[in-house]
C-alpha cells in the first residue's frame, strides 16, 4: 500500500519564488522579498484558498514597483478579478496550474521597467492587453447573470472573440530599434529578441534554458555558459536529453544538494560511469568517422600490416581509387572456407570482380546482410547451451569487421557516380546496407548513408506520384517499396534522436505499398485522415490475411508514418516554436499547450488503433508456449518492444516542447502526471515481457528499444522522485540476469582481437546504459526508503535470495557489469567537446605564461588545440594518489610521461617556476595547476574511479562544466 506524503504547509500562500528560496513569505501580493529582488511576485492557484474554478489568469508581465498604497490598490484589483473571472472548465485551462499575476498598468512605470524596456525588441502590445482584460470583464459580468439562452448566446461570442484574440496575438518586432543598437550586442541577435516583459527565463530544452542575465553579462565562468543552449548532438528534442551534459549537470547539482553523506559514495560513483559511457559514446563516433572515411587504410593499420599514419576523421571529398593491393590484402582475411558456406560467395570471386565497383557493392552487401542473418542464428543456438568456448564466435566476429570495411570502400567508391547512383538497383544496395547499420547501431555512417539515399530518392521522383505516370506497375510497386523502406529507416533514426526530419511530409504524395491500398488508405494524407476511426478489425479480410512478416511490415511503416506527421505538424511546427511564441504572455502559451495535449492525444489513439491492427502479432511476441518459428517469435519481440519505444521517445521529445511553453516547467500538470503514471506501468509491461520471452537471444534483440525505455524512466526516477517498490527492484534484477547470460558468453569466447566486432560494440554500449539506468533506480529507492545498500540487500535475501548476489555487483564498481566501461580508462581521454571545456582555462594560464616569457605561447596554446587523434598513452587503473588534496579539474591534463595517479600538487610543484606557483589562475581559484608538457598527446582524463570517489571534488567539477544557472530541470 502507498503511503500518501504530508504536502508541507508552513506557508500556504508563500509565492513560487520564497519557496524556491525557502524563505518565509508574507503572502502579501507582491510579497516584500521579491520587492527586494525586483522579480515578479508569483502566487499558484493551489496555493490560494478559492471556489473550485473560478479563476482565470490575467497576462504575465512584472510587478510594479511604485508607492505602497498602489501596490495595494493593483493586488487588490487584481484579487478581486482572479475570484470573480470563470470561463468553462473544457477550455485551455484544464490542463495547467495557472500563475495568478497582476497586469501592468500603462501609465504605472518606473526607472527600472523604462530601462528593462529599452532592451525590449519588439513593439508595445497593451492595447492587446487592454482588449483581453476587457473581455475577461465582459464574461465575468455575464457569468454573474442569471443563465438564459441570450445570454449563453453572448458568452459564447465573447468567448470566440477572446480565442481570436489570443490566436492572433503576434508580437511585432521594432525594427528601428533593432537596427540601431548601441553598443553591438555581445550576444547574438537571437538571444537579445528573447527579452521580453512577459517571463525572464525562457526554457530551450527540459535542461537549458534563456535569462536575461544571458544578454547582460559578458562572460562566465562556465564552459556550458558560453556555447549553444540546443546541444547539436542531443538537438532540441531528443528523448534522452537527460544524458547530454546539462542533464548530467543537474544530476551533479541535485547530488549535492539533496544527497547526505550516506549517499554520497555511491552518488559519485554513478556520476563517473556516466561520465565515462558518455565519454565512450563519442570516442565510438569518432571511430566510425575513421572507419568509413578510410576503410581499408584504418583495417589493415589496425592489424598492424600498415605502418602509415591514421586517416583524418573526415569523410573523402573527391572520389579516390580503391588500390587493388589493399583490396586484396584485406579480402585474403577473409575466413574461408568459413565465408563460402554462410555467404555463397568464394575469394576468387571477390578477386574476378574487383575492377567492377558497382558488382563488388552489391556482391559485399549481399555477403554482409546474409552473415548478419547467420550469425544471428548461431547466437539465437548458442545462448540457448551451456557456455562453452567457441571457435566459430571469433570467426563471426572477425568477417563481420572485414564485411563492413569493404562494404564501406565500395559505397566511398562508388557515392561520386551520380549518374549509376540514381537507380533502383543502387537503392537497393544501399537499403539493404542501411538496414544493417541500424541493426548494429552503428550510427555514424547510418546518418551519412541515409542523407545519401534519401536525397537520391527524392531527386528521382520516389516521393511524388507524378514520376510514376507511365511506367509498369511491377517498376512502379519496386519503387514505392524502396521509398517506404527509406521512409521507415529514416523515422526510426528520428524517434531515437528528436532531430529534424530530412523528409518534408507535406511534398511527399507517392502511393502507400499494396497492403496499404487493399486496406483502403491510397496515400499518407489519407491514412493519417482515416486510422483513427477506421473500422478495421484484427479479423477482417485485409489483414487476416497477411503473413506475419507482412503485417509486421504494416505497423513498422504505419508507426513510422504517424511519427513523421507528429514531428511536422507539433514537435517543429511554427506554431509552437517560433520565436515569436516564445515572448508570447502566459495566457496564448497556455491555449498552445493545450493543442500540443491534443496532439498528443491524438498520436496515442493512432498507436493505440495500430496495435489493434497488429493484435496477432503481440500475440505471438507474448505466447508463453509457443508454435512458432524462432524467427517469428524474434521479430514478433522486436516489433512489440519497437511500439512500446516509440510513445516513450515521443513523450521524452514532447517534454521539451512543453518546457518551452510552460510559466514554470517545475509545476507539473494533471495531464502530465497521468502520462508519467500510465508510462510507469508501461515499464513494469515490458519488464514482465522481457522476463518470459522464449530465449536471452531475443532479450539482446529488445535491447536496442528498452534501453531507451529504460533510461527515461531512471531519468524519471533522479527527477522526479515518484515511488520506486521492492517488486521493481526485483523485476529489474530479473531482466538483468538475463542480460548478465549475454556477458558470460561474450567473456568465454571474446579474443582481444575481436573487440572491434560491431555486434560486441553495440551491445555493451546498451547493456552498459541500461546497468546505469538500473543502478539510479536503485539508489533512489534506498534513498526513498532512508537505507544503505546494505540493508536493501539484506532485504532482497528475505524475499528472492538468488538475486541478492547480483544487486551487490550493482554497488560494486569492480563488478563485471562496469568492466566495459572501466577497460577504456586505461586506453582513452575525454573527447574533444570535454577537451574545449577544460582548455578555456589552460589558455588563460598559457597565455599569462607567454607574457612573463615562461612558455612559448606557440607551443602550448596551439597545442590543446589540436584534435584528439584516438592516439593515448596508458595510464595505471590502480589508485595511489594521495588524498590529503582534493583532486580538481585542473589536475586532469597530463603529458603521458609520468602516472596520472601521481599526486597533482606534486606536478605543480616540479614544473613551474616559484613566482608562477604563487599566482591564482582568473576565476577559478580553487584550481591547482597541472604540468602542460611538450609531448602532442597530452589529454584530459578523470582519472580512475577511485581517484574521483576519494579525491574528487563534485562541486569543482560542477562549477567548471555548468554554474547554477544553467541546470534547472523539467522532465
Not at 582481444?752 to 539508489?779: G, H, N, P, W
Request: glycine share 2%; charged share 25%.
Amino acid at each position: 500500500m502507498k503511503v500518501k506524503k504530508s504536502t508541507r504547509s508552513k506557508v500556504p500562500t508563500a509565492c513560487v519564488n520564497c519557496r524556491k528560496r525557502k524563505i518565509k513569505c508574507t503572502g502579501k501580493y507582491p510579497c516584500t522579498n521579491c520587492i527586494s529582488y525586483d522579480c515578479t511576485c508569483v502566487f499558484l492557484k493551489k496555493n490560494l484558498t478559492q471556489e473550485k474554478d473560478t479563476s482565470l489568469p490575467l497576462a504575465t508581465t512584472t510587478v510594479p514597483r511604485s508607492s505602497s498604497h498602489h501596490n495595494e490598490k493593483v493586488s487588490a484589483d487584481a484579487h478581486h478579478l482572479d475570484s470573480v473571472i470563470k470561463l468553462d472548465n473544457q477550455d485551455y485551462f484544464k490542463l495547467v496550474n495557472e500563475p495568478i499575476q497582476t497586469p501592468v498598468s500603462p501609465n504605472t512605470t518606473n526607472a527600472s521597467d523604462a530601462t528593462n524596456n529599452n532592451n525590449i525588441l519588439f513593439e508595445d502590445d497593451s492595447d492587446y492587453q487592454k482588449q483581453l482584460i476587457t473581455y475577461q470583464k465582459i464574461l465575468t459580468n455575464l457569468y454573474s447573470l442569471p443563465p438564459c439562452a441570450d445570454t449563453q448566446v453572448l458568452i459564447n461570442s465573447t468567448k470566440s472573440q477572446l480565442n481570436n484574440l489570443i490566436s492572433n496575438w503576434k508580437p511585432g518586432i521594432d525594427y528601428h530599434k533593432l537596427s540601431n543598437l548601441s553598443p553591438p550586442p555581445q550576444r547574438s541577435i537571437e538571444t537579445c529578441l528573447l527579452t521580453n516583459k512577459y517571463r525572464n527565463k525562457i526554457y530551450m530544452t527540459r535542461f537549458s534554458f534563456w535569462t536575461d542575465q544571458m544578454v547582460k553579462s559578458h562572460s562566465s565562468d562556465s564552459f556550458l555558459a558560453t556555447t549553444p543552449l540546443v546541444d547539436e548532438v542531443f538537438g532540441l528534442f531528443s528523448p534522452i536529453q537527460a544524458f547530454s551534459l546539462r542533464g548530467i549537470g543537474y544530476l551533479i547539482k541535485k547530488n549535492l544538494d539533496n544527497t547526505g553523506p550516506l549517499m554520497r559514495i555511491d552518488t559519485k560513483e554513478t556520476i563517473y560511469l556516466i561520465l565515462r559511457l558518455f565519454d565512450l559514446c563519442y570516442e565510438h563516433l569518432i571511430q566510425g568517422c575513421i572507419s568509413i572515411a578510410n576503410p581499408l587504410e584504418n583495417y589493415l593499420q589496425k592489424m598492424k600490416q600498415s605502418f602509415t599514419a591514421a586517416a583524418p576523421a573526415t569523410l573523402p571529398t573527391s572520389p579516390t581509387p580503391l588500390s587493388s593491393d589493399l583490396v586484396v590484402s584485406v579480402v585474403n582475411q577473409l575466413p574461408q572456407p568459413f565465408i563460402q558456406t554462410i555467404t555463397g560467395f568464394t575469394t576468387s570471386q571477390l578477386i574476378d570482380n574487383l575492377h567492377d565497383s558497382f558488382s563488388m557493392f552489391r556482391i559485399v552487401t549481399e555477403m554482409y546482410a546474409q552473415h548478419r542473418k547467420h550469425f544471428a542464428e548461431y547466437l539465437n543456438q548458442a545462448f540457448s547451451l551451456p557456455l562453452q568456448k567457441s571457435n566459430l564466435f571469433s570467426s563471426f566476429c572477425s568477417s563481420e569487421y572485414l564485411l563492413s570495411t569493404l562494404c564501406y570502400a565500395y559505397y566511398n567508391i562508388t557515392l561520386y557516380h551520380m549518374l549509376d547512383v540514381n537507380t533502383l538497383d543502387y537503392l537497393e544496395i544501399l537499403v539493404s546496407l542501411l538496414e544493417i547499420q541500424n541493426e548494429i547501431d552503428e550510427r555514424f555512417g547510418f546518418e551519412k548513408m541515409l542523407e545519401v539515399a534519401v536525397t537520391c530518392s527524392i531527386k528521382m521522383g520516389l516521393s511524388r506520384w507524378e514520376y510514376y505516370v507511365g511506367i509498369d506497375e511491377n517498376t512502379a510497386e519496386r519503387r514505392r517499396r524502396i521509398w517506404w523502406k527509406i521512409y521507415c529507416l529514416e523515422k526510426r533514426f528520428l524517434t531515437d534522436l528528436g532531430d529534424l526530419s530530412l523528409i518534408n511530409e507535406r511534398q511527399m504524395n507517392c502511393l502507400l505499398p499494396k497492403d496499404f491500398r487493399d486496406m483502403g488508405f491510397i496515400n499518407h494524407n489519407e491514412f493519417l485522415t482515416k486510422i483513427s476511426t477506421c473500422s478495421l478489425s484484427p479479423s477482417s479480410p485485409e489483414i487476416e490475411r497477411l503473413s506475419l512478416s507482412r503485417l509486421i511490415e504494416y505497423g513498422k511503416l504505419a508507426i513510422a508514418q504517424i511519427v513523421g506527421n507528429f514531428f511536422s505538424e507539433t514537435l517543429y511546427n511554427e506554431k509552437f516554436t517560433s520565436l515569436e511564441t516564445s515572448v508570447k504572455p502566459a495566457l496564448v502559451r497556455q491555449k498552445l499547450l493545450e493543442n500540443v495535449f491534443e496532439d498528443v492525444e491524438s498520436l496515442r489513439m493512432k498507436l493505440a488503433k495500430i496495435k489493434y491492427h497488429t493484435s496477432r502479432v503481440f500475440e505471438v511476441a507474448h505466447s508463453r508456449y509457443p508454435d512458432y518459428s524462432k524467427n517469428d517469435l524474434i521479430e514478433a519481440a522486436k516489433f512489440v518492444s519497437y511500439h512500446k519505444k516509440t510513445w516513450f521517445s515521443i513523450w521524452g521529445a514532447v517534454t521539451n516542447l512543453i518546457a518551452r511553453l510552460s510559466e514554470d516547467p517545475e509545476v507539473l500538470t494533471e495531464q502530465t502526471l497521468k502520462y508519467a503514471d500510465e508510462m510507469y506501468r508501461d515499464w513494469k509491461e515490458i519488464n514482465q515481457f522481457l522476463i518470459q520471452v522464449d530465449t536471452d537471444f531475443i532479450v539482446w534483440t529488445c535491447l536496442d528499444f528498452y534501453e531507451l525505455i529504460f533510461f527515461v524512466m531512471a531519468s524519471r526516477f533522479y527527477v522526479e522522485n515518484p515511488h520506486i517498490s521492492l517488486e521493481d527492484v526485483i523485476n529489474t534484477l530479473k531482466v538483468f540476469k538475463r542480460i548478465t547470460n549475454i556477458m558470460s558468453f561474450f567473456n568465454n569466447n571474446l579474443d582481444e582481437k575481436d573487440y572491434d566486432c560491431q555486434t560486441f560494440k553495440e551491445f555493451s554500449r546498451s547493456s552498459s546504459l541500461v546497468a546505469i539506468s538500473i543502478r539510479i533506480i536503485f539508489i533512489k529507492y534506498c534513498d526513498s526508503e532512508q537505507i544503505d545498500r546494505a540493508e536493501i540487500i539484506e532485504r532482497l535475501k528475505e524475499v528472492e535470495p538468488k538475486l541478492s548476489d547480483l544487486l551487490r555487483e550493482f554497488f560494486d564498481t569492480r563488478s563485471f557489469i562496469y568492466k566495459y566501461m572501466l577497460k577504456s580508462v586505461e586506453k582513452s581521454g575525454f573527447h574533444l567537446t570535454i577537451r574545449k571545456m577544460l582548455e578555456s582555462d589552460y589558455k588563460i594560464l598559457c597565455r599569462d605564461k607567454a607574457a612573463t616569457g615562461n612558455v612559448s605561447e606557440q607551443g602550448n596554446v596551439n597545442q590543446v588545440s589540436q584534435p584528439y587523434d584516438g592516439t593515448v598513452p596508458v595510464y595505471s587503473n590502480s589508485s595511489t594518489s594521495p588524498a590529503n588534496s582534493p583532486l580538481k579539474l585542473s589536475s586532469l591534463l597530463n603529458s603521458g610521461e609520468e602516472s596520472y595517479a601521481q599526486d597533482a600538487s606534486e606536478n605543480t610543484s616540479c614544473n613551474l617556476p616559484h613566482q608562477r606557483r604563487s599566482l591564482q589562475p582568473p576565476k577559478r581559484q580553487p584550481f591547482a595547476l597541472s604540468q602542460v608538457g611538450g609531448n602532442e598527446n597530452s589529454i584530459y582524463n578523470l582519472g580512475t574511479l577511485e581517484e574521483f570517489v576519494n579525491s574528487g571534488d563534485l562541486t569543482d567539477l560542477y562549477h567548471t562544466l555548468w554554474n547554477d544557472s544553467t541546470s534547472d530541470p523539467f522532465l
